[in-house]
């Protein structure tokens, strides 16, 4: 009498690791397939799927020899065995009135490799609200532009809140409003797909850009990516009210490899870029728009390395964004003086870096220069004030400090002197690996 009860709602879930029980310690499934798998099995195998009415599979799920599957345009088998498991489960669970699927994760897509058709699942989701797509690197490495977002995303309009894509590369064929409920998106990241003004002038008509004619985001709270463009402003410029806002630096060299290279187009003169097209050319338009239009509200900001940042700069940031939590920019070091008489105006500032500089390594030498416990004294000492009472972590360059609360010590620059100072510890960067503004600096999507 139970068992149709029980079977009524059936979770499964995967974990791209092998777990241990609490218990005895031994790890999940010992001795058999892990939970997820021999669930699916007794969905397959026993008469159960029958009393299913709701089936849900979350988690994550790592694929084996998935590279080597890749290189050689192969699916690896426990890919196609999965799949092929979880099509029977469904087809058997034949009282199945909801298959529920919020969350979405699809990771090394490559129309070549993979023939798979998601524009069918994307469409029959009517639950889904978080959607990440990751294209394979190969893409980018072959110049092989073999995708079009109309084929994808043009057999239904998505309510998302969060959207993230990676590794996009496709012919420029604009990014239609009409995908999705432009009311619904909170969170958007873009890593490595549309163009940016650095980008090199060969993939000019390949890198689609972000088109902001007909954008209207009303509930938009944070953007992430890693190109800066004439679009990011205008996205930034027509939209209000972003809490988080992060603008990733270079973490790798831009230009294709030669060996591969396609076809130039009229622009590919293998010239460099006009200097009004690099990114540092657009520092103030950003500046401009991300003060003026979400000043008010933001909380999150990592701005490029590359763009050193004036004592002008700083002040606009500092007067238009009194609620800024966590930050992180480019200042040399004859900004510092400065930098201290205008941070005690960010009381709510809890993380603080000040990043090294990409084109040469002058700043990051000066910290390592001075990195002899000098620097823990003088954070201590400028940090003292009730205005820096919520600051707990800041970075010169690469190096990374925790400050803790304030103490009756001696004065490093005045012995036998004691004064009131905040005590701070040197500590790698395990220990803020967690934290935004470090978290979020980097070509992964979360």
């Known amino acids: 009498m139970t068992l149709p009860q029980l079977y009524t709602n059936v979770t499964l879930r995967s974990y791209d690791h092998i777990r241990n029980s609490p218990g005895d310690g031994r790890p999940e499934g010992c001795g058999m397939g892990s939970p997820f798998a021999m669930g699916l099995n007794g969905l397959v195998l026993r008469n159960n799927a029958g009393y299913v009415k709701k089936l849900r599979l979350v988690g994550e799920y790592k694929e084996h020899d998935l590279e080597e599957s890749s290189k050689n345009g192969r699916v690896p088998d426990s890919g196609m065995m999965l799949n092929t498991l979880v099509r029977v489960a469904v087809e058997r669970s034949v009282s199945v009135t909801e298959f529920c699927l919020v969350s979405l994760k699809i990771i090394d897509i490559d129309p070549l490799c993979y023939g798979d058709d998601i524009s069918l699942l994307l469409a029959e989701s009517e639950h889904l609200r978080e959607l990440k797509l990751i294209w394979s690197p190969r893409m980018h490495e072959a110049r092989e532009p073999s995708v079009k977002l109309g084929s994808i995303f043009g057999r239904r309009r998505l309510t998302l809140a969060k959207f993230a894509i990676k590794n996009l590369y496709h012919h420029s064929d604009g990014w239609c409003p009409e995908y999705y409920d432009q009311s619904a998106v909170e969170e958007v990241t873009v890593i490595n797909s ?107 900001l990592l701005l490029p390395p590359q763009w050193r940042l004036t004592s002008d700069n700083i002040a606009l940031i500092v007067r238009n964004c009194p609620n800024l939590e966590q930050i992180a920019f480019g200042a040399d070091f004859d900004r510092f003086p400065n930098l201290r008489l205008l941070m005690p105006f960010l009381p709510k500032l809890f993380a603080m870096r000040l990043l090294d500089n ?15 416990g000098r620097h823990e004294a003088k954070i201590g000492g400028a940090t003292s004030a009730c205005e820096w009472s919520k600051l707990r972590w800041m970075e010169l360059a690469d190096l990374v400090f925790e400050v803790g609360r304030v103490e009756l010590m001696e004065d490093s620059d005045n012995p036998g002197k004691m004064s009131y100072r905040r005590k701070v510890w040197k500590r790698d960067r395990e220990a803020v690996k967690d934290i935004e503004i470090w978290k979020m600096d980097s070509l992964d999507v979360f």
């Open 194 to 300: 549309w163009g940016g003004h650095d980008d090199h002038p060969e993939s000019a008509f390949i890198h689609s850009r972000l088109r902001c004619i007909d954008i209207s985001l009303p509930r938009l709270k944070l953007v992430r990516g890693d190109k800066v463009s004439k679009e990011l402003v205008e996205l930034l410029a027509k939209t209000n009210g972003l809490e988080k806002l992060y603008i990733i630096g270079p973490k790798k060299p831009k230009r294709p490899n030669s060996d591969n290279a396609f076809p130039r187009s009229p622009v590919s003169n293998g010239s460099t870029p006009p200097s009004e097209l690099r990114s540092d050319s657009l520092k103030e338009e950003h500046l401009e728009a991300i003060t003026r239009n979400h000043g008010a509200t933001l909380r999150h």
């Open 358 to 372: 990409p084109d040469n390594s002058d700043f990051r030498d000066k910290m390592h220069e001075l990195d002899d």
